[in-house]
């Protein structure tokens, strides 16, 4: 198998996280109820 160093072990974990926090930002992005209540509130707060 490979070999990694230890700084290669944080940014593999790093870049894992990443992924994964972009993953979650996108659904939540794409998701409809959250969308609802965003237009929802930028109509109560105009």
Do not use: A, C, P
């Not at 198998?1 to 072990?9: I, P, R, S, V």
């Not at 974990?13 to 509130?41: A, E, Y």
């Amino acid at each position: 198998m490979f070999e990694l160093t230890d700084l290669q072990k944080i940014g593999l974990g790093l870049v894992s996280f990443g992924w994964i926090f972009l993953m979650m930002g996108l659904f939540l992005f794409l998701d409809r109820v959250l969308l609802g209540l965003g237009n929802v509130m930028l109509t109560v707060v105009n």
